[in-house]
């Protein structure tokens, strides 16, 4: 396994651009190389976001997905390019 993994921040956590094969609950030194385009949210007003995003979160519960909708494997929910 290479000594530098490259990886992707999201939704709060580091993840591995290529899989790796580290045991579980081991530490890691991350170096941030560049940083990426920020780009600031549409919705400025934290009590504004708040509210989207409790909307959004009902709707979801409100639409679950039916019994028979297909069952996705790890490497179609992350797929590569």
């Known amino acids: ?24 609950e081991t530490e ?15 919705e400025p007003d934290p009590v504004q976001r708040a509210e989207i995003k409790r909307r959004l979160l009902e709707r979801m519960a409100n639409s679950p997905l039916p019994p028979e909708a297909p069952k996705l494997t790890r490497d179609q929910l992350h797929e590569r390019r």
């Open 28 to 42: 890691v030194e991350v170096h941030v190389k560049e940083r990426a385009n920020f780009l600031p949210p549409l």
């Open 1 to 24: 396994m290479p000594n530098t993994l490259r990886a992707v921040y999201r939704n709060g956590l580091f993840v591995p651009v290529i899989p790796c094969d580290l045991p579980e």
